[in-house]
C-alpha cells in the first residue's frame, strides 16, 4: 500500500519567514496530493491540492510543487502570520482502483513566533 | 448543508464499557471514512465505505472495533470492550467519488478510556 513520509515533524519560524514541509510517497500511481490544516482542537481542513498533470500550483500566500519522478510534493508558505500556526498534513491517492482512499503523513507541526 | 456531524464530541468511559460514535456525512457524498488521530500514529485510516458498503477495513486495529453504514446518511463506530490505548479523536469524513475530490471531516469524537 501507499506509504507518504512527512519532514519536519516541527517547524519553528518566525513571522514573515517563509515555511517549507517536504513529502515522500512510494507508490508510483499516486495522483492526487491535498494538503490539509488542523488548527489546535479542531478538524483537518483542505487548504491546497494538486494534481499528478501539474508541476506546481499557487493559492496567495500557499504553493505547492510536485516531483513525479522522485516521487516527492512539497508545501510552501511564504510571509508567514501567527494564524498559520498549525499542523498540516500531506496526503496522496491513487485513482480508481484503490478506491478513494486517502493516505496522510504524520503531520508537521507549525510555530510562527511573532 | 452543516457538514459532516459526529456525535458526542467527548465521550469519557470505563474500560470494558462499549463505546458507540455516530457520524452523519454531507448529503449526496459517496464515500464516508473513519480516522483515528494519536500523538503517535498521527491520522490514521480504519475503514471506509462506498455508497455504505465496506470496502476496506483492514486499519481496524482488532475485532473490538466495528463499523457500520445502515444507510447514506449515517454510520457508527463501536469499540467493545474499550481499553484505555483506545483513548484518542476518532473522525469521520465523507467525499463525493473521484480520484481528486476533497475529503470533508467532522468535528471529531475525543474518547478517553479510564
Known amino acids: 500500500g501507499e506509504n507518504v513520509e512527512q519532514h519536519p515533524s516541527t517547524l519553528s519560524v518566525q513571522e514573515g519567514d517563509s515555511a517549507v514541509i517536504k513529502c515522500t510517497y512510494s507508490?508510483?500511481?499516486?495522483?492526487?496530493f491535498p494538503w490539509y490544516k488542523q488548527e489546535l482542537g479542531k478538524r483537518p481542513q483542505l487548504i491546497i491540492d494538486?494534481?499528478?498533470?501539474?508541476g506546481e500550483k499557487k493559492d496567495q500566500r500557499i504553493a505547492v510543487t510536485l516531483n513525479k519522478t522522485a516521487k516527492h510534493f512539497s508545501l510552501h508558505i511564504t510571509e508567514t502570520q501567527p494564524e498559520d500556526s498549525a499542523v498540516y498534513f500531506c496526503?496522496?491517492?491513487?485513482?480508481?482502483?484503490?478506491?478513494?482512499?486517502?493516505?496522510f503523513g504524520g503531520g508537521t507541526r507549525v510555530l510562527v513566533k511573532p | 448543508d452543516a457538514g459532516v456531524i459526529q456525535s458526542p464530541r467527548h465521550e469519557v468511559t470505563e474500560m470494558g464499557q462499549e463505546v458507540t460514535l455516530r457520524c452523519k456525512p454531507i448529503s449526496g457524498h459517496d464515500y464516508l471514512f473513519w480516522y483515528r488521530q494519536t500523538m503517535m500514529r498521527g491520522l490514521e485510516l480504519l475503514i471506509y465505505?462506498?455508497?455504505?458498503?465496506?470496502?476496506?477495513d483492514s486499519g481496524m486495529p482488532e475485532d473490538r472495533f466495528s463499523a457500520k453504514m445502515p444507510n447514506a446518511s449515517f454510520s457508527t463506530l463501536k469499540i467493545q470492550p474499550s481499553e484505555p490505548r483506545d483513548s484518542a479523536v476518532y473522525f469521520c469524513a465523507s467525499s463525493f467519488k473521484g480520484w481528486n475530490t476533497e475529503a470533508f471531516f467532522g468535528q471529531g469524537t475525543r474518547l478517553t478510556v479510564v
Open positions: 494538486i494534481r499528478s498533470n501539474v
Open positions: 465505505f462506498n455508497n455504505n458498503v465496506p470496502i476496506d
Open positions: 496526503a496522496a491517492k491513487r485513482a480508481k482502483a484503490a478506491g478513494n482512499k486517502l493516505t
Open positions: 507508490d508510483s500511481a499516486s495522483n492526487y
